[in-house]
């Protein structure tokens, strides 16, 4: 079952933000929006994660809307190095539905 | 360096054979997960140790099976093998606690397996 919807890929150019949306309209109030990347056939990345505030860390910033049914990560000043695939997962913290489950994620390709 | 290590990096072997891959986990970590990925199904949850116990299961085939030991490392052993089972095998650790908790996973940078 898919708890998260993102577009299959997009592109944007080196040194502008990247903007990658997420819907998860059946998301329930204990879940956490979390964001991985991987970068070809390396193991994935945490990027970021968060409940209902927005957050920002070193690495890119996570806005949640006020209804959580949506979010956005944005990666402020992207590099080339910041081609790769983001996921965006929504995670139950209790017990056994605890587990990182990874759909298909979106493809981001930052252009020289 | 994620402070995961897993081992070996590439691996070729025949149909029918059996293999062993084996993960250390971050200093501190408990919690070892072990995930597939091949080119069809994406990153597929297989199984989860915490402390030495299975935690959680995935869609693991019978023929694999892992263990965590005393050390916390982990290691899944993979036995005859097809050619589908071709894939990358990543393992993660987290610093969950029983309970789990708001903890990122740290993944390796994975074994790729190869069936001819």
């Known amino acids: 079952d898919a708890k998260t919807t993102q577009p299959p890929s997009m592109d944007c150019a080196e040194g502008r933000a990247a903007n990658l949306p997420c819907n998860h309209s059946?998301?329930?109030?204990?879940?956490?929006v979390y964001w991985y990347r991987q970068i070809h056939s390396q193991g994935p990345q945490y990027i970021i994660h968060?409940?209902?505030n927005n957050e920002t860390n070193e690495m890119a910033s996570l806005i949640i809307t006020e209804d959580r049914k949506s979010s956005t990560l944005i990666l402020p000043h992207a590099t080339l190095r910041d081609t790769a695939v983001y996921y965006c997962i929504v995670r139950d913290h209790t017990g056994a539905n605890s587990k990182l489950t990874f759909g298909k994620g979106i493809t981001l390709s930052v252009r020289p | 360096d994620s402070g995961v290590t897993q081992t070996p990096k590439h691996l070729i072997t025949a149909t029918g054979q059996r293999v062993t891959l084996r993960c250390s986990p971050r200093s501190g970590d408990l919690s070892v997960y072990w995930y597939q990925q091949s080119l069809d199904q994406g990153l597929q949850f297989l199984i989860q140790?915490?402390?030495?116990?299975?935690?959680a299961k995935g869609n693991i085939l019978e023929r694999f099976s892992a263990q965590q030991f005393p050390d916390l490392h982990s290691e899944l052993n993979l036995s005859s093998l097809e050619l589908g089972d071709s894939a990358l095998y990543f393992c993660?650790?987290?610093?969950?606690?029983f309970g789990t908790g708001p903890y990122g996973y740290t993944f390796g940078s994975g074994t790729r397996l190869t069936v001819v």
């Open positions: 059946t998301i329930s109030g204990n879940e956490y």
């Open positions: 993660a650790s987290s610093v969950e606690w």
């Open positions: 968060g409940l209902k």
């Open positions: 140790y915490y402390n030495g116990e299975e935690r």
